[in-house]
């Protein structure tokens, strides 16, 4: 169990604070009132959100499959980023790719 101390009186920030160990149960209870009530495993997967998805995360995020989501990127102008032969999609294209479509639909 983390002995430590942190303190959240500084410039830290939750991140830090959750970086820093497994916190003893009074930490446990500031961090849940703090990021209003999410367990500890919930606190951590939301101080880390990527910018880039790869083609499987596109494809689980739209409840697509992977060759649809290279289809698209083909044939329906989906804003891809390379790396080499790594092809990436940014979350912020991602979603105004999304409303652009559903804009076009009505």
């Known amino acids: 169990m983390w002995q430590g ?8 920030t939750i991140e830090e604070f959750l970086r820093v160990g497994k916190p003893v149960a009074s930490h446990l209870s500031l961090v849940v009132v703090c990021l209003g009530g ?9 101080s880390v959100s990527p910018l880039l998805l790869s083609v499987p995360e596109v494809a689980r995020t739209l409840g697509l ?3 649809k989501v290279y289809e698209l990127i083909a044939t329906e102008g989906l804003p891809v980023v390379r790396f080499g032969r ?5 979350v912020v294209s991602l979603q105004r790719w999304v409303e652009r479509r559903e804009k076009q639909e009505e």
């Open 65 to 67: 499959g992977r060759t």
């Open 5 to 12: 101390r942190f303190d959240l009186s500084t410039e830290s």
């Open 38 to 46: 999410v367990s500890m495993e919930t606190a951590k997967k939301m």
């Open 86 to 90: 790594a092809v990436r999609v940014s």
